[in-house]
């Protein structure tokens, strides 16, 4: 097996190429280069030294992968005749895919590996930039990386961005955490006699003349808590504050029961503006269910029984695990197919033991979704009738039983016949997709809304309802309903 030696061409020009690796390119006898644009190698064709590039493969493709991994299999492929060397800008391990697939490769018993160290870009930029990485630093792909990838309090070096394009995609990305005008670096050629700094407003990111494949971009650190709070993390560490010694004292007294009635508010809010098709509300009603999702958190992180970690790997272990046919190899059809199996690993994760039907269906703050949730799981297992006229009947028989109850019965027969009609009235609701509970909610912010203009028109006029008839008080709900749109 014949070896495939890669060497690291250094980050600037000639004179910062060790002396070790100047002597193997001058003596390489099949010098291929992933690029010829690198100021060590135009100063080695001055000096007669030839080499073949792999340039032309970045016409051939639109990815960055695609031109990599054509690049390693051509090696690969050129290493069964004899040994080649293979040079690339930097050091060899540090940002350069093409020899990480080279390295996995030599693990698969495909090639014979030597990889010869060169200057890698990092340390000309640190000197550059005047940064301590013991501060906290990110490298990062700028072909691939993502909006979660990054973390505001460290600074950032993004590789790779070779051109407007791009820095393109690195600008948008970056600007879905960072403010349109902030302030970034364009490096390029650190450490060489062509060493060029250029700070720009983000926006200005793509637009700039200096962008080749010796371009790093710097994104410095936001010290301010109020310039990260697009972070997970900086609303952890809101909350906790909140509940520290020396924080809120409402706060630090809530407990994981006192906190349950404004979970239960925040979520009949959030379906409010759901129904209200209102994004600007979603935003702000998802932010408060939000808040109590990592307050009941926190509290179990202070008490000492869990963390946020724990919840993050409960449901994301769920998640993966009753989703074989994404992250797995399991085949579905329909979504019934996956109601299906949902429910077969749901009963394996409980041991394969019988589950009753009605078992986790309860809701404690809302009867109306209990009865709903008990309904809807009867039905799965063929408890129902076959179409909505079943249910208009069993409503009018409940009906008629309450309304004789009203009339001859007593109160407990007739609080029984009542909760009889009501169970109905949800199960109507059920064949027609209808959710009882937002029903209610609609109707409760419905007469709220009405009963308030009629109370501001009492007080506008005679200022107290026992001034007025119920006539009267009936005109004002009129006109209430068309001022306010019959909802």
């Known amino acids: 097996m014949h070896t495939i030696t890669v060497l690291g061409l250094g980050a600037g020009d000639l004179e910062q190429l060790p002396l070790g690796v100047y002597k193997k390119l001058v003596k390489a006898q099949r010098l291929y280069v992933r690029t010829a644009e690198h100021p060590v190698l135009q100063e080695l064709v001055n000096e007669g030294i030839s080499f073949e590039s792999f340039d032309a493969i970045y016409e051939k493709h639109d990815a960055f992968e695609a031109v990599y991994k054509e690049i390693v299999e051509t090696l690969i492929t050129l290493s069964q005749s ?38 890698s870009f990092l340390d000309p930029i640190f000197n550059a930039l005047r940064i301590d990485p013991i501060e906290g630093f990110q490298l990062l792909d700028g072909t691939m990386f993502k909006r979660d990838d990054v973390q505001m309090s460290q600074h950032v070096l993004i590789a790779q961005v070779y051109d407007a394009y791009s820095a393109s995609d690195v600008k948008l990305t970056l600007m879905e955490k960072y403010p349109e005008d902030y302030p970034v670096t364009i490096v390029t050629a650190a450490g060489s006699a062509d060493e060029l700094l250029r700070v720009v407003p983000l926006y200005e990111l793509d637009r700039a003349a200096e962008l080749n494949n010796l371009t790093t971009i710097y994104v410095p650190p936001t010290n301010k808590r109020e310039a990260r709070l697009k972070e997970w993390s900086t609303f952890r560490e809101i909350i906790a504050m909140l509940r520290a010694p020396e924080g809120c004292p409402w706060d630090r007294e809530q ?44 509290i179990g992180e202070d008490d000492g029984y869990f963390s946020l970690e724990d919840v993050l790997e409960s449901v994301s272990s769920k998640m993966i695990r009753r989703h074989p046919h994404v992250f797995g190899d399991v085949k579905v059809e329909s979504s019934e197919d996956v109601l299906r199996n949902w429910q077969q690993l749901k009963s394996e994760e409980k041991g394969n033991q019988h589950i009753l039907v009605l078992d986790g269906q309860e809701r404690s703050e809302s009867s109306l979704l209990t009865s709903y949730n008990f309904q809807k799981a009867a039905a799965k297992v063929g408890f129902d009738w076959p179409n909505a006229e079943g249910a208009w009947l069993k409503f009018e028989e409940e009906w008629k039983e309450f309304t004789h109850e009203i009339n001859a019965g007593t109160k407990a027969s007739q609080l029984d016949e009542l909760g009889d009609v009501l169970f109905t009235i949800v199960n109507v609701a059920r064949f027609y997709g209808l959710s009882p509970e937002e029903a209610m909610i609609h109707a409760n912010r419905k007469f709220k809304t009405r009963f308030q203009f009629v109370e501001e028109s009492v007080a506008r006029g005679k200022g107290e309802f026992s001034e007025y008839t119920l006539d009267e008080l009936e005109a004002f709900w009129q006109q209430a309903k068309q001022s306010k749109g019959d909802e």
Not at 265 to 293: C, K, P, R, T, Y
């Open 82 to 119: 004899d040994s080649l060397f293979y040079a690339v800008p930097g050091h060899p391990l540090v940002a350069e895919q093409t020899v990480q697939w080279l390295v996995e490769a030599e693990t698969e018993g495909r090639i014979q590996l030597e990889i010869v160290g060169g200057q």
């Open 255 to 298: 407990t994981h029961e006192t906190l349950k009635k404004y979970l239960i508010e925040e979520v009949h809010e959030f379906l409010q503006a759901v129904n209200d098709q209102d994004d600007d509300g979603m935003i702000e009603e998802l932010g408060d269910i939000l808040l109590q999702v990592f307050l009941h958190a926190q």
